[in-house]
């Protein structure tokens, strides 16, 4: 039982982290013409949120959507066809990986501007209680985000009206280049937020299972309080902003910091526990090793699909 | 009261604020889906009266006033459309609509294009506009223009009571975002609304008045100044045809070339400023549209192009009027000045009552 | 010396209580065409923070700006000149009652936009540090404004910048008839904002010389710590929303708390204060007789002052 | 490297980017009430490297990254400018500006109005406009017709590295707020540039080049496209004039009529979408300022309407180019065809160099 949650959570994390490695090795092929927000560092957040919701969840993302996408659909042929700009795309090319969509899957989009899918949560969430549903509508974001106001007048509505809406705060300390201590004007945004009438679940950690369990105390507090919550998470981005390279030696971070955090790498972490569990070596390489197939499938279809015809860009501007 | 339950084909004289209160009323009874809120949607002076009762109707469940946060508003309606809701986010001036222009230019009009038609955001928007009671500069704009520029978003201005209950059901019942834009002066006009209405659609203008001299384009409250004007200039054997576009996305073009390919004169009365305005796209397409056929270039009426002042002399000269466009015909017409001094145009204390 | 700064004060109530009440008088006259959002039962607020602050501050407040403006300028001349739409206001007639000004006096405006002078306040703060200044700037606000991003974002970056403006709240516990009970997803503001790095000071009484002593203080703190202050203050607004008029009766509040209120209504309060420190009954019927005279002679002046010539409409659209 | 030292009129070839860098460095060292802000123009990468070194030069007191927070950084500007600063705030696209819409047309373009005179706003606004790497329909957008609709905003679009740096010298120094937009593209296009620049008069328009046979007003990138297109034409002895307005308000009106005048043909070619655009009003004024005059209809080159798509194929439709104003000059003029299979377009891996 527990182990097969063990092993499902590590496929979805492989999942994510072969599939940016794959986009590391061709993007330079310039076929993917779309700018890359990697979420390298950051995979137990996403896959831990996003499988503890469930199927039916309503989820948001920013543009650092790579791990939220693949662990929502849990296929890569999809996302690499957006990344290719190719017709089979979910988005059929339009979206690109800034702004990534399985609506089937729960996913409901990701935006490249900073904070904006705040209240599209909040909305989500009214939503649901409106129709009696127990489905779950959440939103990632960064320590970034939560310099603009709509973050706090999504907080404040949502704790005002009790809209039960979750809150995933992925705190990597970095706004592009710009640390969280000269943006923040507090010390901790944990302790503010829980003098609204929101739930805070603190858990700073990239093991999978405790993000996992977090999200699940999350949803039961949600269902019981009619309140939000705000699930507050930490991760080290390992890659620059946007881009497929690391970059300790621009100057405003070092790679030590880094050597610190890989030692909790999030896959690593979770392959060592599949290991304690007692799974041999030659299994979880045959895990990695379907996956990576899967993955290399995927990059191959998505580069011989074709494009869309050029009348289509003049469709879906209206729906019907 | 209105009722769902008889068929009832039959007119009746309404109010312009009664008429969008009863489409609201209808749309909520057939689907409950349909929710209201917005910035104080649900006290007792409910939005002109706009949205009087709804609460008291449906609960507070489907009618409730929120904290002051536009931009927040805005997306919560998206985010409650994309879940299956079909919200009415209603603000009382469009000057602070446009605390939520982010929402509204990055990701209400763009959400269904960016899903790859996956996604659609059902959404209603109301916006009121117009004058009041010197109210300067931050409640006085409309900037239709604004939000037509941006693709993937209707835009609304009724002029009329039987168009704003018309238009606010179809808007309604549209799977695409719609912007409303209302003038609070309409609100008093009393005109025939049909107690059941079907839908009215969209893209199609109304031609307000018949003439065979000069075409008036004008979009919501200019209508009432047009066909003040028109009263006038009959007098002395002047008629002008007045189009109300009704809609400007999806606007009817071929109404407004047609009528101007019979009077081969055109101006354009504009609720709004000038510069980049809806003004300038109707000109630009009549002039275009009706080359070698326009007698004239198209006149273009709009606001003063300076922030709306608020002592009242002052805010008589940014607003044009019946006279602004008088004036207007009598120079493309070549006619000599009317004299107007025994006329009584519109004001604050003296408001349209209808009916059209 | 005390005495004389009670006095002051006393004189600068009564000039906001005395004019107001003029406009109560004349405003069905409908010659003053502009939207009146009343200061009664607030002006404690405006004189006491006004006065402290002194003459060289730079303050910004909202539409609820008539006591600002008296009590900047300390005089009803201009004042009813711009009510009445005249030449001779400030602001020519331009800005009404909803965007009075005056920037000679420190009153550098008045926004019907809600929250949006809290940037403004900051940005002033920035130049006066910036021009090693020690000039405060200052806004007023409401408990509506606070909903509103952007006075969080002004709150983070001033807090986050070291900036020390001086953020005036005064919560009259409604937004136009709603009360901040079903806006605010939080039960203590002051107690959200004391987690910033921003000073709190509550001063919850309707006694001017209180406030007055509170703003004092907030100087101070400025001055030292550079880092904002937010100055918490309440009371009640006698009036609607808008208007001249009372509204008991139309369903969302009652007389009963305007009676408890108006027990410690600010000008009785001053008033009693004088009578305490030993003023005779006519030395202050004096005064009020010398204020209500000169209003009377201020509105006067305004009827009888040219309107802005048609011309003018266009002028000041750009400097220059 | 500049300085402030020696008078120096020579020219040198400078890059856009740096000739931006330059005016900034000049107008610091002139006047200490100068700064620039804004989200990340104070990191390694200085917008663009727009911004690069300022931080070193004059310190984090002048120069500074800030939270992220459009709305209060505008407003913060206007506060500081109040109180005696001349602010430069930087947005690394103008789809996020949008979050500051209220504090641009409620707040910053009427504060000097509506304070009758009193106070006035010293302002400098830069904003990023154009293409990427399938950078998708929220970091596409230009509006510049959004912004120019507002009175007492001065709205600028330079397009040479000269203009580019006098532009802004000017935009710095006058009192009045003023809105630059700057098209990505062109920070690589290296021209000449005087070294110590006067500042250049707003409401000049630039002819970038001489013609006779058809007139065509564009903006910012749209110029580059123009020239490119224009060089296609001449080798069949088709001679397009190229008008540049710069500053969009004020309006050099003069300069384009006078040169369609002469051409008796106009297209206006403006980056930004088509609906109530830039496009829209010149299209409006030069059919009535031309009447009679035009031997067609004024044609209008604009992005298509709809949200701006992801992947390339679609995105190369999206906007227009040189193709598409020849595709339209031909169209005017009548003319087959130009064989364009063998030209080599601009394009994101194929930058346009200068110089101009
Ligand atoms: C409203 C807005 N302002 C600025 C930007 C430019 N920008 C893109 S990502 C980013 C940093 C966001 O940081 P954070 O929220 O922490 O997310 P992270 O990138 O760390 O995942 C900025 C400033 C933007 N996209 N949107
Ligand atoms: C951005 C914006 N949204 C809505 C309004 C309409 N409105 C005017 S005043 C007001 C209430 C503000 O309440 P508060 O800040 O507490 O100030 P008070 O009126 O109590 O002094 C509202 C909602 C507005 N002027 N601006
Ligand atoms: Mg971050
Ligand atoms: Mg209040």
Not at chain 1, 40 to 57: P, R
Request: glycine content about 8%; some cysteine; proline content about 4%.
């Amino acid at each position: 039982m527990k182990s097969e949650l063990s092993i499902k959570l590590y496929k979805a994390l492989y999942l994510v982290r072969a599939s940016e490695q794959a986009i590391i090795a061709h993007y330079l092929e310039d076929d993917m013409k779309t700018p890359m927000h990697m979420s390298m560092g950051g995979e137990a957040i996403s896959v831990g949120v996003c499988h503890a919701l469930g199927k039916d969840a309503q989820v948001f993302s920013s543009y650092r959507s790579h791990a939220v996408y693949l662990a929502r659909t849990g296929e890569a042929d999809t996302f690499f066809a957006e990344l290719y700009g190719k017709r089979t795309g979910n988005a059929k090319g339009k979206a690109g990986s800034m702004h990534l969509s399985a609506p089937s899957a729960g996913f409901f989009g990701a935006s490249a501007i900073v904070a904006s899918t705040l209240p599209l949560a909040v909305g989500a969430a009214f939503a649901n209680i409106y129709k009696k549903k127990k489905t779950i509508a959440a939103t990632f974001f960064g320590d970034g985000a939560v310099d603009e106001g709509v973050f706090w007048e999504s907080l404040n509505m949502s704790a005002a009206l009790g809209i039960p809406a979750l809150f995933v705060y992925e705190d990597n300390g970095l706004a592009v280049h710009n640390p969280k201590e000269r943006r923040h004007g507090y010390r901790s945004l944990d302790a503010i937020v829980s003098k609204f009438e929101c739930t805070v679940i603190e858990e700073k950690s990239t093991d999978v299972e405790k993000i996992y369990a977090a999200t699940q105390k999350a949803m039961r507090l949600l269902q019981k309080n009619k309140r939000p919550v705000f699930l507050s998470t930490q991760y080290y981005r390992y890659l620059e902003h946007v881009g497929i390279n690391t970059d300790f030696d621009v100057g405003y971070r070092g790679r030590k910091e880094f050597d610190v955090w890989e030692k909790h790498d999030p896959v690593k972490l979770q392959r060592a526990r599949l290991i304690r569990q007692g799974l041999s070596e030659s299994k979880i390489l045959g895990i990695e090793k379907d996956i990576e197939q899967a993955i290399a499938g995927a990059v191959r279809k998505a580069q011989r699909a074709p494009f869309p015809a050029n009348a289509e860009l003049y469709q879906d501007v209206f729906y019907g | 009261m209105f009722s769902m339950d008889k068929k009832n084909i039959q007119s009746k004289m309404l109010s312009y604020r009664d008429a969008i209160c009863e489409a609201t009323v209808q749309e909520m009874k057939r689907d409950k889906n349909v929710f209201v809120y917005g910035i104080d949607i649900a006290d007792h002076k409910g939005i002109f009266g706009t949205t009087a009762g709804l609460a008291e109707k449906f609960g507070a469940k489907r009618s409730f006033s929120t904290p002051l946060c536009e931009e927040a508003l805005v997306g919560f309606g998206l985010g409650s459309a994309l879940a299956g809701l079909r919200p009415i986010n209603v603000h009382m001036r469009i000057d602070f609509l446009l605390l939520a222009m982010n929402q509204l230019s990055n990701m209400v009009s763009s959400w269904h294009y960016g899903s790859g038609g996956q996604m659609k955001v059902p959404m209603v928007i109301r916006a009121v506009i117009g004058r009041g009671w010197g109210q300067s500069y931050q409640h006085n704009k409309s900037m239709q223009s604004v939000f037509a520029h941006i693709p993937g978003l209707k835009v609304v201005m009724p002029t009329t009571p039987e168009d704003a209950k018309g238009l606010l059901i179809t808007a309604i019942r549209d799977d695409n975002p719609v912007l409303i834009i209302e003038h609070r002066w309409l609100y008093d006009a009393i005109d025939k609304v049909p107690a059941r209405q079907e839908p009215m659609p969209f893209g199609k203008a109304h031609v307000l008045r018949r003439g065979k001299d000069i075409t008036v384009v004008a979009t919501s409250w200019m209508n009432v100044e047009a066909l003040r004007a028109a009263e006038v200039l009959a007098r002395r054997g002047v008629e002008i045809e007045i189009v109300d576009p009704r809609t400007l996305v999806p606007l009817d073009e071929k109404t407004i070339v047609r009528s101007v390919q019979k009077t081969k004169r055109c101006i354009v009365a504009d609720y709004d400023w000038g510069f980049c305005g809806f003004g300038a796209e109707i000109a630009a397409r009549v002039s275009e549209k009706c080359f070698g056929v326009l007698r004239a270039p198209v006149g273009r009426i709009h606001f003063a192009d300076t922030p709306c002042p608020c002592t009242r002399p002052l805010e008589m000269v940014f607003y044009p009027g019946a006279e602004t466009i008088i004036r207007e015909v009598e120079r493309q017409l070549k006619l000599t000045p009317t004299d107007l001094t025994k006329e009584n145009f519109y004001s604050y204390e003296r408001k349209f009552k209808g009916p059209f």
